[in-house]
């Protein structure tokens, strides 16, 4: 069973960084897409940002150059470096990993962008 451990949420004022952190483990095969979704209040869950195990990247046209995905193969773990941030960007985040077309779903992590 493939189980995640999130980190790197918190609250932080407009124009802040956060670094999310997700380090999944627990699968026997190497997760091709790993990344992060996030719902706000009352909308549905969107993709953020996700990175294959080659270190191709797809971002949603709202984060474009101010979030940045990576991620360590070896640890099975993906990080979302976030500047710039914006009261928009307030959701929970969750972290995702994929092989062999299932799909695991970390329990997310809250972050909150308030003066």
């Known amino acids: 069973q493939v189980q995640f451990v999130e980190s790197g949420g918190g609250l932080v004022q407009p124009g802040g960084s956060l670094r999310l952190s997700c380090a999944a483990s627990?699968?026997?095969?190497?997760?091709?897409?790993m990344g992060w979704y996030r719902q706000a209040p009352g909308k549905q869950r969107e993709l953020v940002a996700a990175?294959?195990?080659?270190?191709?990247?797809n971002y949603a046209n709202s984060v474009k150059g101010r979030f940045t995905i990576s991620r360590d193969n070896a640890k099975s773990t993906v990080y979302l470096q976030m500047n710039s941030l914006k009261p928009e960007d307030t959701a929970l985040y969750y972290c995702?990993?994929?092989?062999?077309?299932?799909?695991?779903w970390g329990q997310g992590t809250q972050v909150t962008i308030s003066s």
């Open positions: 627990g699968s026997t095969v190497r997760f091709y897409s």
């Open positions: 995702y990993a994929g092989a062999m077309g299932v799909v695991h």
């Open positions: 990175i294959t195990d080659s270190g191709s990247t």
